[in-house]
Each structure stands twice: as structure tokens, then as C-alpha cells.
């Protein structure tokens, strides 16, 4: 019989506790799970039933809301706030921190999550996934939340991980001990041990980016793709182009096979002078399990953990992958930086 480890006993059996906890770390992830189970079951079924299309709302990113993005948001919303843990949740699709309603128990965790990124990629069966971010309020708790609390700088993540809805479904975090990956078994309905301890490899073969908006990139940018694409590169031939338009699907990728994935800074557009992303839902989330699966994660210029937010949807460069890859685009931005 091999062996099965459910993601719960893995997180009691093989993950050190939070310093402190007190079983609440492992009751919040267990709504993330049953979130991510329900999710699960709307996302297989989104070309059967009339939840695609769109909602007619338009979110704080001006973008529109599909409905499988409402559902997914507005279950995970439900359900963390249940778990009985939390001070304050926060979500791409809401413009403000959520706060947990009076008439529920709280506790000391808050957690930022993406409900359900690459949504433009549900009409056409294209993976998508979600995003979490957990980090512990370092306010009073006896006193009032904090926004301090919320922004919190990503190297004080206590967990983070993402939900992909590909060809199955897979759970993949970490909690500070490395980065595990879980399959979940629809006959059973339990995300599975499939993936344990998993390391980026530290060169790549592959880079990842829109290259459609090369004209509005930044020199650093334009440099780094020169080398990535020249057979002078760590490789001595060009790397391989692979870009899926949803941010899940395309660190998956790279985690597991190696490469760099870039959305750099957008020169034309006022709304994206630093991209697209956003720091504490997307870029601090993936940062966190790259380095802990031996990566990096930079702006350019600075390691992506270090960075202090300004505000909830603050948006960041971000290059993130390999660690050899990942260290040649931040040395040409330097030198960018000094002038040369
Ligand atoms: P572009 C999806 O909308 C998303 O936020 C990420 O999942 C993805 O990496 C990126 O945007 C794609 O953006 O501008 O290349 O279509």
C-alpha cells in the first residue's frame, strides 16, 4: 500500500509549528483546502453550467470581474472567516482589507490571497489558480488591527503557497520547511503527498514573459532578454520561450523544470509604471516558495521579501526563478543602476 499522506497529517507530522501556535495554523489551513475543493468542483464544471462570463461588476484593478472569479473569492471569503484564526483578510478582487465579523471567533493570523488568478484564461480550459499569503499581526491583540499588520514585508510570510486547477489539481506551500506539493484524489476527495520537498533547479532553459510589450520594457529588460536569447548565454544557445498568460501555471512550470519568469516594469502605461503584479497577493506569495525551493525573487534591484509595502495593491517588477538566472538579469540591472 504506498504511502498516503494527506496534507493535514503533513502539516502535523512533518512542518515545525508556528512558534506559538496553538493548532491554529492547521485549522486556517484546513478551510484553504475545503476552499480549494469547492473551487475545485465549480472550475470543473465552469464550461457545463452558466458561470462563465462575466458578472458585469468591474473590480479595484478596473479589470472585469468574471463570475468564477466572484464565486471563488466570496467562497474563500466565507470559509477563512470561519476558521476562526484570522484578524484581517485581504483580496485582489476587494479594494480594502476584510475584516472578520464581529459575531465570528478571530485569532492572530491574517492571510492575502489571489481567489483566482489568470481568470481570462477560464473561457478557454487554460490552467488558473490561487494565491495565498499568511502572515501573524504583530500588533497588540487586544488592540486595534494595524494596516502595519497587513503590510507586512513578504519575509515575514509565516506561509504561502498557491491552489493550481490544471489537468488536476494541485496544492503547493510552504511554511518556512521547504516546498511540498499535493494532488488532490477526486475519488477520495484529499490532497495527497505527491510532491515532497521540491527544488527549482538552479540554472534554467527557459524564459517566460509577454513579449508583445517589449517596445514599452526598460533597457535592464531588454538586456536580459538579449542575453536569455543569445547563444553567448550560461547554456551557449537560446533559451526557450514559454509564456501561458496565467501566473500559476507559468511558476509551476519553472519551479519544477527550472527558468525564469518576468513581468517587468510597463513604460507606457500609467497604471503599470512598476507591471502588472501585485507585491503582497501575487509577487510575495511566489517569492516565498521559489527562495524556499532554492530560487530568488528580485524588482530588478532588490530581493522581492524585502520590500516594504506601500499599500495593499501596490504593483512590482518581478523576476522570479532559477537562482543562476534570476542573479544574471539583477547584475545587468545593477550595473543599469551604476550608470555602466
Ligand atoms: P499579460 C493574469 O491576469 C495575470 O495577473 C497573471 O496570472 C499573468 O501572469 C499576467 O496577468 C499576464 O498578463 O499582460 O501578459 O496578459
Redesign the pocket.
Known amino acids: 500500500m504506498p504511502q498516503q499522506v494527506t496534507v493535514t497529517e503533513h502539516i502535523l507530522l512533518h512542518q515545525k509549528l508556528i512558534p506559538g501556535a496553538t493548532g491554529q495554523f492547521t485549522r486556517l489551513f484546513n478551510e484553504l483546502v475545503l476552499s480549494a475543493k469547492i473551487i475545485t468542483r465549480a472550475v470543473s464544471k465552469a464550461g457545463l453550467v452558466d458561470i462563465l462570463g462575466f458578472t458585469g461588476d468591474v473590480n479595484v484593478q478596473g479589470?472585469e470581474v468574471k463570475k468564477l472569479d466572484d464565486y471563488a473569492n466570496r467562497i474563500l471569503i466565507h470559509r477563512l472567516a470561519r476558521s476562526g484564526v484570522l484578524c484581517a483578510m485581504a483580496s485582489e478582487e476587494n479594494a480594502d482589507i476584510i475584516e472578520v465579523p464581529d459575531s465570528l471567533p478571530r485569532g492572530e493570523y491574517i492571510i492575502i490571497f489571489?481567489p483566482l488568478?489568470?481568470?481570462?484564461?477560464i473561457d478557454v480550459n487554460v490552467s488558473?489558480?490561487t494565491i495565498f499569503s499568511i502572515f501573524k499581526r504583530k500588533s497588540e491583540p487586544q488592540g486595534p488591527l494595524m494596516s502595519s499588520d497587513v503590510l507586512q514585508k513578504g519575509s515575514e510570510q509565516v506561509a504561502a503557497g498557491y491552489i493550481l486547477y490544471g489537468s488536476s489539481t494541485m496544492l503547493v506551500f510552504s511554511s518556512g520547511e521547504g516546498v511540498h506539493g499535493f494532488t488532490l484524489d477526486p475519488s477520495v476527495g484529499e490532497f495527497l503527498l505527491s510532491h515532497p520537498n521540491i527544488r527549482i533547479p538552479e540554472q534554467g532553459k527557459v524564459y517566460s514573459v509577454?513579449e508583445?510589450?517589449e517596445r514599452y520594457w526598460d533597457r535592464g529588460t531588454k538586456k536580459a532578454l538579449d542575453y536569455f536569447k543569445s547563444p553567448k548565454n550560461a547554456l551557449h544557445k537560446p533559451y526557450s520561450g514559454r509564456?501561458?498568460?496565467?501566473?500559476?501555471?507559468?511558476i509551476h512550470r519553472n519551479l519544477l523544470y527550472g527558468g525564469i519568469?518576468m513581468?517587468p516594469a510597463d513604460l507606457r502605461d500609467p497604471k503599470k509604471p512598476s507591471g502588472?503584479?501585485r507585491l503582497t497577493c501575487?509577487c510575495n506569495p511566489m517569492a516565498f516558495i521559489v527562495e524556499q525551493a532554492g530560487g530568488m525573487a528580485t524588482d530588478g534591484l532588490n530581493r522581492i521579501l524585502d520590500i516594504e509595502p506601500d499599500h495593499l495593491h501596490q504593483r512590482v517588477p518581478f523576476f522570479c526563478g532559477s537562482l543562476n538566472d534570476v542573479k544574471v538579469v539583477q547584475d545587468i540591472f545593477r550595473a543599469e543602476s551604476r550608470g555602466k
Open positions: 479589470e489571489d488568478d489568470g481568470s481570462s484564461n488558473i489558480g509577454n508583445g510589450y509564456y501561458i498568460g496565467s501566473l500559476v501555471a507559468d519568469f513581468y502588472k503584479l501575487e
